[in-house]
Every structure is written in structure tokens, then in C-alpha cells.
């Protein structure tokens, strides 16, 4: 029973060869029945996981955890895991119909989920290092599926930055090792309890969190993140939206809880902000949906950080609450974005028009996705906005710049809610796409805002009894700001003025993107004052 979790990470790996070993039609519906048979597996771990306390750590073969490979499965482990699943098998149902002969898709992405799930147990530095290499190669494979030149370019931009940043976790982990003679992350943590103010460990804990800012697109080193998520295949994108940019989140809180330093706790709700505002900025200037919806990751992953930087309280429940949402509402948009594109046959949000009259479930599903990226009342990114912003409340100017994120979250969709309208200028294609599973992310965005009070206190003992979905004072702030960000694109974004224009064309090379990174090195160095 203890083991199950080596099955959940192992099943997907093993059946992603046997798919691409066999390399026939029938196999490829193993896929399924890995989902399925993780499924049953998750739920069989629950039980016992719930019965020994809500922590199970444990060690492969005799070693001592100090030096062998070291998992630890908590409440944020596991609910990360359910994630996964949930939205890997959506993705896998999503694309079943373009891709169901295509083994070499299949392998790509079932080994990816393997080795995601592995970086979510592991609980020591070098086996995340091992697999964050392993989920930065696959994801790029996965980008460049499409074999076009933009795709290549977009996944070998990715590709290079990417390992640029897990260098720069390599040196902190090279850096802990020396240190701590170890690298069982809580080993370290009770080692380094009375030296963190060392330069050797402030050192390294800038380095792992530079390379954790590249994986999660934090402002200034955010620039693979829209290349990689407008060049790859829908599915791969609102898997990299949905879930794999997370990781970089993910790790935040596990260095953080490792580390225990609050040295850069304002830094980094200061860079929150100025993610989320950039995100907002260069979302409201595209014309591409995909692209809007991929600087919109990089805004909502500012908002995530506003909130996780805290580390405790509130703030970190509401922060780590809507990184499990906006994985939820995200997916729903890039897949309901890609049967837009297949069924229209173009990507620019100023072409697509009608989407409602032609398409009316599909919009209503897309609808609920954007009611719950914007916070509306009644839906799940409601729920953690409100918390986090709940949290806030002894800084009205930090409340107000959470404000204004949401605001311009909202200009941006009130533009991209244009599609839904009108008579459409290009011609639609009859592409078999799959509806179901933007539904089912639908019906879950629904009922996470619905019953978000009573989950939160029956699974994980939290209660925010200040939460009210039907408060008309909330309501009425809604409509007042889409109201606000309705003139706002009328008076301003919809006229495309010249800086406008030149924003949408800003393009950062690989150089300057490193020299970016160097920077924010720099920054992070002299704010902590090593």
C-alpha cells in the first residue's frame, strides 16, 4: 500500500513504452486505461494516506535518507497529484481524435506525466534536478510536435533558457552539498537552521530561487513562456498552462518551507505584482488568442505569487488555491481555444466571429472559463482571489494592486469575448474536435466555486466562513468593474494606438533574456545583502 506512489509515478512511464514499442492503434488505448487504473490507485493511497496522519515519508531500498532517494507525499503532494491526473487525461481525451495513431504523441506525453509526478514526490535536490531535465526535454519535444519552423524556433528558445535556469539550480544544490553534506531536503532544513544567515546558504537559496523564477515565467525572465505556449499543439499548451509551468510554483514552496528564510517575502509579492501587471500589459495589446491566453499565465502566476510569497497565513492558502484553479480554468480556455482555431481556421481575435450563434456549447464552456478567470461570484477563481485578497486587508495598497490586476484581467477578456459576437470573417472547417472535456472542466470550475466552503473545511480542515458567492456586494463590484473594463477597451485597446502596436511586437533575444536573468540574480544579491 505504502508503494503505490512509485505505481502512480511508474504506470504512465511503462505504458508510454509499451505504446511506443508496440506502435499499434489498439495499444494506444492503454493510455486510457493507465488513466483509469491511476485513478483507482489514487483513491485506494487516499484512504491510507488519510488513515497514517496526512504525511508518509519513505526511502527506496536500505539506505538512509540522508543519501538515498527520498519521497514525501503530503496534503499539497497529494492534491498536486489529483491535479495531474485530472488534467492529463482530459488532455489525453481532448486530442484522442487527432492523435489517436500517433504512438510517438502518446509516449511523449504519458512518460511526461510520469516524471511530473515524480518532481512532485521527490524530496531531495538531486532527484528534482534529474527530473525537471527530464520534464524540460519532453516538453520541448512535445512544443516542437508540429515540426513548422515556428514551433522548432518556439521549443528550442524554451529548451536553451530552460537549462540555462536548472544551472543555476545546480550550483545552489552543488552549493547546500558542500554545505550540509546532504541533499534530503529535510536533512538540510534542520542542518541549516542556524546558518541561514551564511552567505554560502543565502547564496544558494538565490540560485535555486533564479532557477525556480525561469521555470514559473516570473518577471523579468518570462519570455519563453508566450513563444513556447502560442507555438505548440492546443493540448500541449493548456498542459504548460494548466500544470507544467506550476512546477516552478511548486518548487517555491518546497525551497521555501526547506530554506524557512523570509528575507525576500516583500521581493517577491513586489514581483508578483509587477509579473502580473506585465502579463496584463502585453495580454491586452495581442490579437492572437492564444497569445492573450499565454500572457495571461503570466499574469494569474503573478497573482499565485502575491499570495504564496507570504508563506503562511492566509495568503499562502488563497496563493496555493488558485494555482490548483487556474489550472482548472486555464486548460477549459487553450482547449476551447484550439477547436476555435481548428474550427475557423485562424487565431487572430479581431477574425473570429460568431462563436456563439455557430458553436453555443462551446461558448457557454469558454464563457464559465472567463467568468472564472476574472473572478465573477459563483465561480472557482472567485474563490481564491477573494482569500487572497481577504489576506490583504491590512494594506489597502496591496489590495488595490490586486485590484487593478483583476481589472485589467478583465479588459483583456471583455476583448477576447468579441469572438462570441457578430458574423465571422473567415471561413469554418469541419475538424473533429473533442467537446467533452472542456465540459467536464466547465461543470468543475461550477462546483469549486459552488461548494468551495464546505470542501476546504471537510478535506483540509480550513475554514473561511467570510466567503460568500451570493453577497450582492461582491456581485455588484463585478459588474461594475466589466463595466469599467468594457469603456476602458472602447476608449483605449480598441483603438490600437501606435504603442499599442509596438508593445505587441516587442521581441526579447536569447541574449537579452539571459542578461535579464543575470539581473535578477543581481537583484535578488543585493536585496538580501550577502
Keep these: 500500500m505504502q508503494f503505490i506512489p512509485i505505481f502512480l509515478i511508474f504506470i504512465p512511464i511503462f505504458s508510454a513504452m509499451i505504446i511506443y514499442l508496440v506502435h499499434d492503434r489498439r495499444i494506444n488505448y492503454l493510455a486510457f486505461v493507465t488513466q483509469i487504473t491511476s485513478i483507482i490507485l489514487y483513491i485506494v493511497y487516499s484512504k491510507y494516506f488519510i488513515t497514517i496522519g496526512r504525511k508518509h515519508i519513505f526511502t527506496l531500498g536500505p539506505w538512509n535518507k540522508a543519501i538515498g532517494i527520498t519521497f514525501l507525499i503530503d496534503n499539497l503532494s497529494m492534491v498536486f497529484v489529483a491535479l495531474t491526473i485530472f488534467i492529463w487525461t482530459l488532455i489525453i481525451l481532448y486530442s484522442w481524435n487527432k492523435r489517436e495513431h500517433e504512438y510517438k504523441f502518446l509516449f511523449f506525453l504519458l512518460f511526461l506525466e510520469g516524471a511530473f509526478i515524480a518532481l512532485l514526490f521527490s524530496n531531495d535536490l538531486f532527484n528534482i534536478f534529474v527530473v525537471l531535465d527530464i520534464i524540460t526535454i519532453l516538453s520541448t519535444i512535445l512544443i516542437i510536435y508540429k515540426k513548422d519552423g515556428f514551433s522548432v524556433r518556439a521549443g528550442l528558445y524554451y529548451l536553451a533558457f530552460n537549462s540555462v535556469g536548472i544551472l543555476f539550480y545546480l550550483l545552489g544544490l ?13 536533512t538540510i532544513k534542520i542542518k ?63 525551497m521555501n518551507q526547506m530554506f524557512n528564510i523570509d528575507l525576500l517575502n516583500d521581493f517577491f509579492f513586489l514581483l508578483g505584482f509587477v509579473t502580473g501587471f506585465l502579463g496584463v500589459l502585453f495580454a491586452l495589446t495581442q490579437k492572437d488568442i492564444k497569445q ?43 482547449l476551447g481555444a484550439g477547436i476555435l482555431i481548428n474550427r475557423y481556421g485562424s487565431r487572430r481575435v479581431t477574425e473570429i466571429r460568431g462563436v456563439f450563434r455557430d458553436s453555443p456549447i462551446i461558448s457557454i464552456f469558454m464563457i464559465i472559463g472567463i467568468l472564472s478567470i476574472t473572478g465573477a461570484p459563483l465561480f472557482n477563481g472567485y474563490v481564491s482571489k477573494t482569500i487572497i485578497k481577504h489576506g490583504l486587508y491590512g494594506s489597502s495598497l496591496k489590495v488595490n494592486m490586486l485590484n487593478l490586476l483583476n481589472l485589467g484581467t478583465i479588459i483583456s477578456f471583455v476583448k477576447f469575448s468579441q469572438i462570441f459576437f457578430g458574423r465571422s470573417y473567415v471561413n469554418k472547417l469541419h475538424h473533429r474536435t473533442s467537446e467533452t472535456s472542456i465540459g467536464i472542466l466547465a461543470i468543475t470550475c461550477l462546483f469549486l466555486g459552488l461548494f468551495s466552503k464546505s470542501i476546504m473545511l471537510n478535506l483540509f480542515g480550513i475554514e473561511v466562513s467570510y466567503l460568500n458567492i451570493f453577497d450582492m456586494g461582491y456581485i455588484m ?24 502596436k509596438k508593445l505587441r511586437h516587442v521581441n526579447l533575444s536569447f541574449s537579452t533574456t539571459n542578461i535579464m536573468l543575470i539581473t535578477f540574480i543581481a537583484i535578488m544579491i543585493l536585496w538580501i545583502k550577502i
Excluded at 174 to 185: C, D, K
Excluded at 242 to 251: D, E, I, P, R, T
Design 174 to 186: 552543488i552549493l547546500l552539498y558542500s554545505f550540509t553534506g546532504t541533499l534530503n531536503m529535510d
Design 192 to 254: 541549516i537552521e542556524f546558518f541561514r544567515d551564511t552567505s554560502i546558504v543565502k547564496l544558494s537559496y538565490v540560485f535555486i530561487m533564479a532557477a525556480v523564477g525561469v521555470k514559473s515565467a516570473l518577471f523579468p525572465v518570462y519570455n519563453w513562456l508566450p513563444r513556447a505556449h502560442s507555438a505548440a499543439p492546443s493540448g500541449v499548451s493548456a498542459l504548460l498552462s494548466g500544470l507544467l509551468v506550476k512546477s516552478g510554483l511548486y518548487a517555491f514552496i518546497r
Design 292 to 334: 492573450i491566453l499565454a500572457f495571461h499565465t503570466i499574469s494569474q502566476i503573478g497573482i499565485m505569487l502575491m499570495g504564496i510569497s507570504a508563506m503562511e497565513g492566509e495568503l499562502l492558502i488563497g496563493g496555493t488555491l488558485h494555482v490548483f484553479n487556474h489550472a482548472i480554468f486555464k486548460t477549459l480556455l487553450f
Design 477 to 500: 463590484d463585478y459588474i461594475i468593474n466589466v463595466f469599467l473594463g468594457y469603456i476602458i477597451f472602447k476608449l483605449i485597446i480598441e483603438k490600437d494606438y501606435k504603442i499599442i
